[in-house]
């Protein structure tokens, strides 16, 4: 069973587009990350949200945390092929330390 | 250095032998983790060392695998006896603490044949 919940799990779209990716778990996490992973490199981190609520915007990328810090959404806006990757959520967590959890990604393909 | 160094970048083995991967995190970093990257799938957690001592190793999948940490810098991996099930990309990163983000290295593709 995942904690975190990502969707959709593959996502084809043409240069342009709109598209918004989803992570979801039932757990309540102290912040949340975004990482984009390329082909044959490691993640990459893109944001950090910490508050409830809270909007990021990173060029045409949007972060948004819930308001219960369960959840989070990232849009693009007029999707450009370098935008291809995996975006990977993850979760902070205090267990015994503040540990990490990853979602399994969704995999973004931007056709030019 | 400037980033995360991972080596070997490819490792193709035979099943049953041993293979050591090594991690070379951002200098000063103090935190550092093993994770593990099947075909298309998310990143399974390994392993988690503060300076040179390991609070989680709940992500060990078996007692082939272990990791130690000397110096609070270089890390290696090291798997026994492989399966043709370990075969995956083995990814490292490394963090200021534990509360900050993560830089990962470009990982080691580990195929065992």
């Known amino acids: 069973t995942q904690l975190l919940e990502q969707s959709p799990q593959f996502l084809s779209i043409q240069e342009g587009e709109n598209l918004t990716v989803y992570c979801n778990s039932s757990s309540v996490f102290s912040s949340l990350q975004w990482y984009r992973q390329e082909p044959g490199e490691g993640p990459v981190l893109l944001v950090t949200v910490v508050t409830g609520g809270e909007v990021k915007k990173l060029k045409r990328l949007t972060f948004q945390f819930g308001d219960a810090r369960k959840d989070s959404s990232l849009h693009i806006t007029a999707a450009q092929p370098g935008d291809t990757g995996l975006y990977l959520c993850a979760g902070r967590r205090k267990t015994s330390y503040d540990k990490v959890i990853f979602g399994p990604g969704t995999s973004l393909s931007v056709i030019p | 250095g400037a980033g995360v160094s991972q080596s070997p970048s490819n490792k193709v083995t035979e099943k049953g032998k041993d293979v050591e991967l090594r991690c070379d995190p951002i200098s000063g970093h103090t935190a550092l983790y093993w994770y593990r990257q099947s075909l298309g799938q998310g990143l399974e957690f390994l392993i988690y060392?503060?300076?040179?001592?390991?609070?989680?190793k709940s992500g060990l999948p078996s007692d082939r695998f272990s990791a130690e940490r000397t110096g609070g810098s270089v890390s290696t991996l090291t798997i026994q006896r492989t399966q043709q099930e370990d075969s995956a990309v083995y990814l490292c990163?490394?963090?200021?603490?534990?509360?900050?983000?993560?830089?990962f290295g470009s990982g080691t593709r580990l195929t065992v044949v």
């Open positions: 060392f503060q300076g040179n001592s390991a609070p989680d």
């Open positions: 990163a490394s963090s200021p603490g534990e509360y900050y983000g993560y830089t």
